[in-house]
């Protein structure tokens, strides 16, 4: 079964703008990762948040994770038409859990 | 440039035909899974070996089933194809010790 949620469901945005994505989870964890897919492709990994972490960067990527909320978010900067995809937040320790994922549109 | 490797990208059986997907990858990683992916919806875990070790879910349905024969390769057997298996199929690799997957690009079944 899903882990837990996502929202929003769809997001819709210019090039440039930000973009952020926040998932919710519902057991303990002890990690939290993000992944990336494309339209009829494989999944790849984006970054991973130790549970004692609050916050993690690479590049345009921020994520954040509040375990009192059992919640993270992830924020894509200067968007761009490239991001278009689907982003799931996963749990779990090899046996991956996903959320229900937010399908992100960057037009240019 | 190491990877995982899916085929047939595309696959089309018939109600009730047995269906083979296979899974290769070269990053010699002891852990593989299988998921199974409906449209518009989060990829699902069917089952997956640590080594030759078979862990199946608790709620794949028996018309599935898997073999891995060594390292490298893994298949994914549908035995009795119903509409319902529908979906994107996705091999994954993991070391034991690592939490990243690396994904294949996926196998799309089709059931006429």
């Known amino acids: 079964s899903q882990q837990g949620e996502e929202d929003p469901q769809a997001l819709s945005i210019q090039e440039g703008e930000n973009a952020t994505m926040n998932c919710s989870y519902k057991?303990?964890?002890?990690?939290l990762q993000w992944y990336r897919q494309n339209s009829g492709r494989g999944l790849v990994h984006l970054i991973l948040i130790r549970s004692n972490e609050r916050e993690k960067h690479s590049g345009r990527l921020r994520v954040t994770l509040d375990t009192s909320k059992k919640s993270s978010s992830l924020l894509i900067t200067a968007s761009r038409a490239a991001d278009t995809a689907s982003y799931f937040c996963?749990?779990?320790?090899?046996?991956?859990?996903f959320g229900a994922g937010t399908r992100l549109a960057v037009h240019p | 440039d190491a990877m995982v490797i899916q085929n047939p990208r595309y696959q089309v059986t018939q109600f009730g035909k047995p269906v083979t997907l296979s899974c290769s990858q070269t990053l010699n990683h002891n852990v593989m899974y299988w998921y199974q992916q409906k449209s518009s919806q989060a990829p699902k875990l069917l089952f997956h070996y640590y080594d030759k070790d078979f862990n199946n879910e608790a709620d794949t349905p028996d018309n599935f089933q898997s073999r891995r024969p060594n390292t490298s390769f893994c298949f994914l057997d549908i035995r009795s194809p119903g509409l319902g298996d529908a979906a994107m199929y996705l091999c994954?690799?993991?070391?034991?010790?690592?939490?990243?997957?690396?994904f294949g690009p996926g196998t799309r079944l089709t059931v006429t």
């Open positions: 057991t303990s964890i002890n990690n």
């Open positions: 996963a749990t779990g320790y090899n046996k991956l859990i």
């Open positions: 994954a690799t993991s070391t034991r010790l690592s939490y990243e997957q690396y």
